[in-house]
């Protein structure tokens, strides 16, 4: 019978409510509508608790706006707020030890619903709590007949909704790796070992650069004298100040204090909002755009160019971007010079220049939807240390970390597809492993990275471009990756702390000053299994190739290289020892100029010799030259600073060519025809 009647009651609650016209605007009515509504729903839930055999865990006293009523905690339903004297609800019965009476409007009819005998805890309220610098204390409600010794414990955790989280009892501090801080005040207690109400606590301290749309959820645990544990959640947003509303191009509206220096908006902002904020917020420190619904952050849109009339921006340190954010767009950010955190969200596209000039960001976080970073994003970002691109990048664009020099580590992660020419040109990287999923190396890839000491790579890289790794002046060691076959121009030129190079045999071209003032570098010693100290499969040697490498003692040329450019070895000023390919046809101008040669052996297919090839080798006391007509030679082919090499040096041919050198003989101390046929 009296679940009838409260059926009943609740039909004809629902017909009023839902009778009213449109028509009928009176504020107050309508205020009253809303409250009946929140307390039909708050019948509602106690009918089902009835139901589902539900319990109350705490029945905490309250007041809305003057109304008197009850906050109700249930073991599984969600808290409900109870007003007492209303349409719905006419009073709540809470003496009872093991049961709590409701008396709905009618006088007569009630729900009684089971109390646990578990001590219980409760929130201020269980709806998104909205945290401000000034609001971060959140009061802890007890039962007011709550004693000491009726709890052995209360903790609290905060957990990020990305699911990651800590306790009080292990956190360190606020601010590491995004994870907040928590106290707890505990319950005092008055004379009388009873409770003195609100003198409990949480005081939440947030991590460095949380955004208004992240979502935290505070849990608190409390545990009675008998082992049973109570929890309660509730979940926080953090913003230092409380937000404005804005729709777009209205910004200048509600954000009227030019004094501002946090910004936290919520709505939406287009282009004349962000000129707003560049020319009339002039010091603004943090902007927090994270609750709009930005899709693109205009081009220009807080940057600073010198064209425009602007000066750099010098207080604006960080900005919180939204999750629907898709493109940040070219020159953003640029020349804001006191930004220093950044957190792109889900941008997918990072347009050219957009940091550029960001000289104080330290630390940047790239959305792993990323796709493509456009030319110069992060140039001239002098202070970043540290940058990790995700697998999703398609594209790195050309010189995006130029001149950032305090850029230590670069973490490229399997899926990354492609760089570009002069990626890193000129930035403090100490060291980078090439995932397998990026198959070449652009053009001055690596160039001016002064301090690059290790590479590692696969041999999946099927080609290093011209000056890859020019003037990389701390490399050390390289191993060539068996996919590349051409070592292209320049690509180790001015390494001068290179001292090995892994060569494999199925490599068939080094380039132009390849390898030219690599000062350390030294080739493999020789031996009977190892003949030759460069790829056996070796056909093109560029000019000056090995020019000025001033530790290399020894160079025995694979069969298959037919020249000897111009410059090759010149100023290998260790260089004692040569062995020539037995189909060597053409040694070019300078090829062994300045080296510690002692002697050389010109096999039998030699036919011209260019200007200056032995010029200065004043250790040279021998040349064996196996053709039996003499090679081309010139006035300066074994040229000396101080005359020529006449004074110490014999030439040895074959006896039957004798009469062939005549020409030669004023170059030598001797002619001596003893050689044998090879």
Known sequence: MKKTKFYALLFFLTVVMSGCDNEYDDTGIRTQIAEVTDQVKALQTLTEALQNRDYI???VPTTVEGVPGYLITFAQAEPVTILCGTSVIAAVDTSHGDYVVFTLADGTTTITLPRSNAVTIGLDGYDVLYCTASSLDIPLLFPSTLKSGDYTSIAATVTNDNGTGTDIQTRASAGTNGVWKVDITQPAFGDDGMIIPNSSKVTLTPPKHVKLSDTAILKVTLVDKKGME?????????????????????????????????????????ATDLAYIRNTLTKLEVLDLSMTDMVTLPGWGLGFHSDDGYQPNTTLKEVMLPASLVTIGKSAFLNCRALDYVDTGNAETITEYAFEGCSNLREVILSEKLKTVGNCAFRNCVSLSLIDIPGSVETLGRWVFENCGNLQSVVLHEGVQSLSESTFYGCGIRSVSIPSTVTAIPNWTFQDCKYLEHVN???????????????????????????????????????????????????????????????????????QDNPYNLPVSLTTLGECAFQNCTGITRVCLPEGVTVVPRYAFNGCIKLSGVVLSKQTATIEDWAFAGTALTGISLPATVTSLGDNVFHNCSELIGVQSYPTTAPAITAT?????????????RLFVLPTASSAYDSWKNYFKAVVADLTVQ
Not at 471 to 497: E, H, M, Q, W
């Open 457 to 527: 790579w696969h041999d999946g890289i099927t080609s290093i471009g011209e000056a890859a790794f020019n003037r990389c002046t701390s490399l050390r060691n390289i191993r060539i990756p068996a996919g590349v076959t051409s070592i292209a121009d320049d690509t180790f030129y001015g390494c001068t702390s290179l001292h090995s190079v892994g060569f494999h045999d199925n490599i068939t071209r080094i380039g132009v000053n390849t390898f030219d003032k690599c000062y350390a570098l030294t080739l493999e010693e020789t031996n």
């Open 230 to 270: 109570t929890t309660v959640t509730r979940p926080i947003k953090y913003s230092t100040v409380a937000a404005v509303t804005s729709t777009a191009g209205n910004l200048s509206s509600v954000a009227t204090d030019v004094e501002l220096a946090v910004l936290v908006i919520k709505g939406s902002v287009d």
């Open 57 to 59: 865990l705490s029945v």
């Open 637 to 649: 082919t074994f040229s000396h600073d101080k005359g020529t090499i006449k004074e110490q040096c």
